[in-house]
């Protein structure tokens, strides 16, 4: 499974965080990769529609883009802060900690 | 000079605001009664910020004088859970929090700037209660306004400290409900560049204005305080040098530009809001250097001015909104006052082009 990363967006536009990250789950222990195994699961990622629900107020939020491969399947979803699912935000923090540039 | 009867009604509003600012105690008097007379709730809110500009010292020490402050600070305790927990309320006094105690006295710096200055109570002008969430998520590098309420990160301590350090950024975050209310300014390419210099700007003013630095003293930076020790860098952004706060080899170099020579056109950060926003930052900085004194009684009025004028439309471009400003110093201080050929001045300079007609737009 691969999955790469965009933030966009935040108080700031700084290039250096710009640049996508990516995370292979060939690259991560067995207890992580099951982990993002099941990250990836409990919140259907495949499933998921293309742009998540979000508010349409507000300044500065961060918008995240994520595409996930597995196998045959791909699928890109964006969502923006502050994400109301719990388990996409899980499956976004994780990405966070154990993706690199 | 004297004002007699017939007087009073023949000056123009800016010759009575120039008297209300410096003219004697009986010429302010008089002044500020007859703009009392103008029904405009514009004029009125000018008046309320001129009567309290003259006792800001005094007024510095009880920011809530008119009970018009509300505050609440929630502290999310490292999750991201919305809004979390209610530690500090409007008149309590400072916890064991420094993320908190940052909040709670920033927002009442911004919330002074605006009601003292501009006669605004609070982001919707009617007293709305000022909410923020300190300590979200973990390492969480950012800060942001969601549509309800201020939401602070702390920082990795590895690029960023806790957002909460710098008041501008609070009093930035506080200016996108400001904007929010009055405008709609369309969160992508030039309306969005200008919702965020907009945010910028009144959250440099809320910095100068905590502080009383006049222009010349002000340092211009926003975010000045959170990056680390680690990265080469003063601030986010300068309005004073658009392009010139970090140079890192991590982060890269800051990408604002001054002038639409250097217009930089992408998909990314909503068509570079953030980035393109460094435009109308610098001629703000323009303005107010060129007027001198504290940026707030001119240059922030005619920029609060514009921010509240019906004809900012939300998808308004930096030309609409040059002219506004232009049309909004030019009613208040009048077409031969250095204050209107300021502003033309500082658009000029950084190669925005001002349409002579409304319907140029």
Redo the contacts between chains.
């Keep these: 499974m691969r999955i790469q990363m965009r933030t966009e967006g935040g108080f700031a536009y700084i290039p250096g965080l710009s640049r996508p990250t990516i995370l292979d789950s060939a690259t991560l222990s067995p207890q992580e990769s099951d982990e993002i195994q099941h990250l990836v699961s409990a919140v259907h990622f495949f499933d998921l529609p293309t742009l998540q629900e979000q508010t349409v107020h507000g300044g500065d939020q961060r918008t995240y883009k994520i595409t996930i491969e597995d196998g045959v399947r791909s699928h890109s979803i964006q969502v923006t802060d502050p994400v109301k699912d719990p388990q996409l935000q899980a499956l976004l923090t994780f990405v966070q900690q154990h993706a690199s540039m | 000079m004297k004002l007699t009867t017939v007087q009073r009604y023949i000056l123009p509003p800016h010759m009575l605001t120039a008297l209300a600012q410096h003219g004697s105690p009986e010429q302010r008097a008089i002044a500020l009664h007859m703009l009392g007379h103008d029904h405009s709730i514009r004029t009125v809110r000018m008046v309320q910020g001129l009567q309290v500009n003259h006792h800001h010292l005094s007024v510095q020490a009880s920011i809530n004088a008119e009970g018009a402050l509300h505050r609440v600070i929630y502290d999310d305790h490292g999750t991201?859970d919305?809004p979390g927990e209610c530690v500090r309320v409007e008149g309590q006094h400072a916890i064991g929090d420094v993320a908190a105690n940052e909040a709670y006295d920033a927002l009442g710096w911004t919330h002074a700037l605006y009601l003292q200055v501009y006669g605004r109570n609070s982001i919707n002008d009617a007293g709305q209660p000022l909410d923020a969430s300190v300590h979200y998520?973990?390492q969480y590098?950012?800060?942001?306004?969601?549509?309800?309420r201020m939401?602070f990160g702390d920082g990795d301590n590895q690029?960023f400290n806790r957002?909460t350090c710098a008041i501008d950024?609070i009093g930035?975050?506080l200016t996108?409900g400001v904007?929010?209310d009055e405008s709609h300014l369309a969160?992508v390419g030039q309306s969005g560049s200008l919702?965020?210099s907009i945010?910028d700007v009144f959250g440099s003013l809320v910095k100068q204005y905590s502080h009383q630095q006049t222009a010349e003293q002000a340092d211009w930076l926003i975010?000045h305080g959170l990056f680390t020790d680690k990265i080469q860098g003063e601030a986010?952004?300068s309005l004073k040098a658009p392009g010139t706060a970090y140079d890192?080899p991590?982060?890269?170099?800051d990408?604002q530009p001054a002038h639409m020579d250097h217009y930089m056109h992408t998909v990314?950060?909503?068509g570079?809001?953030?980035?393109n926003s460094g435009i109308p930052n610098h001629v703000f900085y323009l303005v107010a250097t060129r007027i001198g004194g504290f940026a707030w009684e001119k240059a922030g009025r005619i920029w609060y001015e514009t921010l509240r004028d019906p004809g900012l439309r939300p998808t308004a471009n930096f030309r609409m909104f040059a002219r506004l400003t232009m049309a909004n110093a030019e009613r208040m201080f009048g077409s031969n006052s250095r204050e209107l050929a300021a502003v033309h001045e500082a658009w000029t300079q950084v190669g925005v082009q001002i349409p002579a007609f409304a319907k140029e737009y």
């Design positions: 991201m919305l998520g973990t590098n950012n800060a942001f306004w969601d549509g309800e939401i690029l957002f950024v930035h975050e996108h904007t929010e969160y919702n965020e945010s975010g986010l952004r890192d991590l982060l890269g170099r990408p990314e950060d909503n570079g809001v953030h980035i």
